[in-house]
């Protein structure tokens, strides 16, 4: 019912920028919560950021705020993950999630769909 791909991730050095985006399938883009989730070798997928229907209206991990920016283009339907400032720690596989009538936005399980993932690394 709905497809996600990322792109955009790659080795960068720490005090980099990547900008990751989402392409989603469908008409209803518009009407879905987009989500960006990470997770690293031998560590949960954690939460990293969150955007409902209405671009103003974002969430982001305590670990990202600041540094990182989820926006949506509902007329490209794409979501991008722009991250500034990279650290080490950023390191992961990075999923774009999509999901309806969350609650909870930071949660693995409120969402039905996920990307492929994308490979984020970041050299010190």
């Known amino acids: 019912q709905v497809q996600l791909v990322e792109s955009g991730g790659g080795l960068v050095q720490a005090g980099g920028s990547l900008r990751l985006s989402c392409a989603a399938s469908g008409r209803i883009f518009s009407t879905y919560t987009m989500g960006w989730f990470r997770q690293a070798p031998g560590k949960e997928r954690e939460f990293v950021a969150a955007?409902?229907?209405?671009?103003?209206?974002?969430v982001y991990a305590d670990s990202v705020k600041g540094r990182f920016t989820i926006s949506r283009d509902n007329v490209k339907n794409t979501v991008y993950l722009q991250m500034n400032s990279l650290k080490p720690e950023d390191t992961a596989a990075y999923y774009c999630?999509?999901?309806?009538?969350?609650?909870?936005?930071?949660?693995?399980?409120?969402?039905?769909?996920w990307g492929q993932g994308t490979q984020v690394t970041v050299d010190s």
């Open positions: 955007i409902r229907r209405s671009s103003s209206n974002t």
């Open positions: 999630a999509a999901g309806r009538n969350l609650v909870v936005v930071t949660s693995r399980g409120a969402y039905g769909y």
